[in-house]
């Protein structure tokens, strides 16, 4: 029972890493159905899940990789090392476009990324958790999440203007990277993977790291509660969605109760039918996740390659716009191309056995 539970996490990764990749890479941008887009501002859609899917599953991983294991320098050490090589990816991405091949514009390189707050958000959800017990968690997570709204919606900015939750100046999150990061980030205006809004996304993985000790703890009624709890994170963060917005962008509280709702109650389908049903099914994504980063990483490098060098255009030309095909269908099965091909790669990898840590 227990590894089928620790398996189904597995599984959630896999089916979470595919569905990056799928929606990370459309044939065009500009034909891409609804679902498959980012909410323009305030909102949530099934793509938004992603990245806070990903984020829940570090801090599964988390409680499976650090339990009964003591908070010594050694420790301490792996987890920085690990920290700063996820986050040295992620700015080697946002630079390689950029300065490659002359290495030139360093003034425009996003600091920010994807990889860049998984590093943070490991980083110090593993030090939590490597020190704290359950109860300690749930304050750590409740006051990040109550401070960052007491931030973002009621202190005054250094103008004195009230905040809001807009895409304006006025904006905390905006205000603060636009004062570090100064042109260092996605947009003039903001950056989706800013400094404070990495606040909250510690939060999630932390809900993570809470799920991956209920899966590991010896309670008979472990899957009620994973249930019955993320119906009730999903019920509390649309309530707060009231006065604080759900959104992606700025990562608000509200969108890291609702995403970590659907996320447990996601792994307590997965385990449902795995354990109860003895349902066969999912395998082709464990393996797949075993692989994740790495794979993440090599779909981003490679897009990167062949948007520079006119490949993405001439193989979603050639290939896949037809005159009786939609284009919006057609930019789909572009995208369903490149997961599949990371796929079978990361089938590949499994079945050679070869399994690289980031």
């Avoid at 309530?239 to 700025?250: R, V």
């Avoid at 037809?322 to 796929?343: R, T």
Wanted: proline content about 4%; hydrophobic content about 50%; charged content about 15%.
């Amino acid at each position: 029972m227990l590894n089928q539970r620790i398996e189904s996490v597995d599984i959630l990764r896999g089916i979470t890493i595919a569905a990056m990749m799928l929606v990370n890479n459309p044939g065009s941008w500009g034909s891409v159905y609804d679902p498959l887009l980012h909410a323009d501002w305030h909102g949530y859609t099934p793509t938004d899940l992603v990245f806070p899917f990903f984020l829940f599953i570090v801090g599964c991983s988390i409680a499976f990789a650090y339990r009964g294991k003591k908070a010594t320098g050694k420790t301490y050490q792996k987890i920085s090392i690990r920290a700063l090589k996820l986050i040295g990816l992620g700015i080697f991405l946002g630079a390689f476009t950029l300065t490659f091949p002359f290495f030139k514009e360093w003034e425009s390189i996003r600091l920010p990324g994807v990889l860049q707050r998984i590093g943070l958000a490991f980083f110090f959800a593993a030090i939590i958790a490597l020190n704290a017990n359950w109860k300690v968690i749930i304050g750590v997570t409740a006051a990040l999440l109550l401070g960052y709204w007491g931030i973002m919606g009621f202190l005054p900015l250094p103008d004195g203007s009230a905040p809001t939750y807009e895409r304006a100046a006025n904006n905390w999150a905006m205000y603060f990277d636009k004062a570090i990061l100064g042109s260092h980030t996605w947009k003039p205006d903001y950056d989706p993977e800013g400094l404070l809004s990495t606040l909250p996304s510690i939060a999630t993985a932390l809900l993570g790291v809470l799920a991956g000790r209920l899966l590991i703890s010896s309670r008979a009624d472990k899957l009620i509660i994973l249930g019955i709890g993320g119906i009730v994170l999903l019920i509390a963060g649309h309530l707060w969605g009231l006065t604080f917005p759900i959104n992606k962008a700025l990562w608000t509280s509200s969108f890291v109760l609702v995403t970590a709702g659907w996320a447990c109650i996601s792994l307590w389908v997965i385990s449902y039918f795995k354990d109860f049903r003895n349902a066969r099914f999912g395998d082709i994504f464990k393996r797949v996740g075993a692989n994740a980063l790495i794979l993440y990483f090599l779909s981003s490098f490679i897009a990167k390659i062949f948007g520079m060098t006119g490949l993405h255009e001439w193989l979603y030309e050639h290939l896949y716009v037809h005159d009786f095909i939609p284009a919006k269908l057609s930019s789909l099965l572009y995208g369903l191309s490149v997961a599949g091909f990371y796929v079978l790669l990361g089938l590949f990898l499994w079945k050679r056995k070869i399994f690289i840590k980031v």
